[in-house]
């Protein structure tokens, strides 16, 4: 059964700093997806990673996958308090359409 | 496009009432999904549609709980019987299913309150 670890589960990080939020999975697969929700409101996708090695930027966010490591990384830079917001890594097995979603990284960024 | 719509947004319901939540994807996305979210967890997976097929359904899916897309655009997520345990945000997303993007698109979710 695939199984998905993110960790930390809560982050508090100072303006500024940089950080990293890790996401293992148990088995199999090439499609992984880093997700952000705000408190009460929907899920909004960041990043969709497809392939070993990938890696994508998106101002301060940047996500990379290893897929013989079973592990996606989603890197924060000169954090803001805009990113303040909950963070899930999401994967599907191969040949599944069942996502399976970590428990998420609670993200919070004082000044 | 507006993006994936869910109605009601939020339903407070009596323990053994039946409720039945909707969801529009967004047009021409022929993958339809439906997701549980309790507080402080990830979402977990329902259900899965392509077109009108459904074809795939999580053991978390009970008897008491059903899902139609009948003309392969919006789609109903019906609980009868509803217990406490149900009280959850249920999240509705669409994807192409295409190469070129398997991303989910997530509406903004139907908050359960079973009393």
């Known amino acids: 059964e695939l199984k998905v670890e993110q960790n930390p589960l809560f982050l508090s990080m100072q303006e500024g700093k940089n950080y990293t939020i890790y996401c293992n999975y148990s088995?199999?697969?090439?499609?992984l997806y880093w997700y952000r929700q705000d408190p009460g409101k929907s899920l909004e996708s960041l990043f969709v990673?497809?392939?070993?090695?990938a890696v994508k930027q998106e101002g301060r966010l940047m996500a990379s996958l290893d897929t013989k490591a079973r592990l996606s990384t989603l890197h924060i830079t000169a954090a803001v308090h805009d990113l303040s917001a909950t963070y899930f890594c999401?994967?599907?097995?191969?040949?599944?359409?069942?996502?399976?979603f970590g428990a998420g990284t609670r993200l919070t960024v004082k000044p | 496009d507006t993006g994936v719509s869910q109605d009601p947004r939020h339903k407070i319901t009596k323990r053994g009432q039946n409720v039945t939540f909707r969801c529009d994807p967004i047009?021409?996305?022929?993958?339809l999904y439906w997701y549980r979210q309790t507080l402080g967890q990830g979402p977990e997976f329902l259900t899965y549609?392509?077109?009108?097929?459904?074809?795939?359904k999580s053991r978390l899916l009970s008897d008491r709980f059903s899902a139609e897309r009948p003309k392969g655009s919006f789609s109903t997520l019906e609980i009868q019987r509803t217990e406490q345990g149900d009280s959850a945000m249920y999240l509705c997303?669409?994807?192409?299913?295409?190469?070129?993007?398997?991303?989910?698109?997530f509406g903004p979710g139907t908050r359960l309150t079973v009393t």
């Open positions: 997303a669409s994807s192409s299913g295409t190469s070129a993007s398997y991303e989910q698109y």
């Open positions: 088995t199999t697969s090439d499609r």
């Open positions: 990673l497809l392939s070993n090695g």
């Open positions: 999401a994967v599907e097995a191969y040949n599944n359409n069942d996502m399976r």
């Open positions: 047009s021409e996305h022929n993958r």
């Open positions: 549609f392509q077109n009108e097929a459904q074809l795939e």
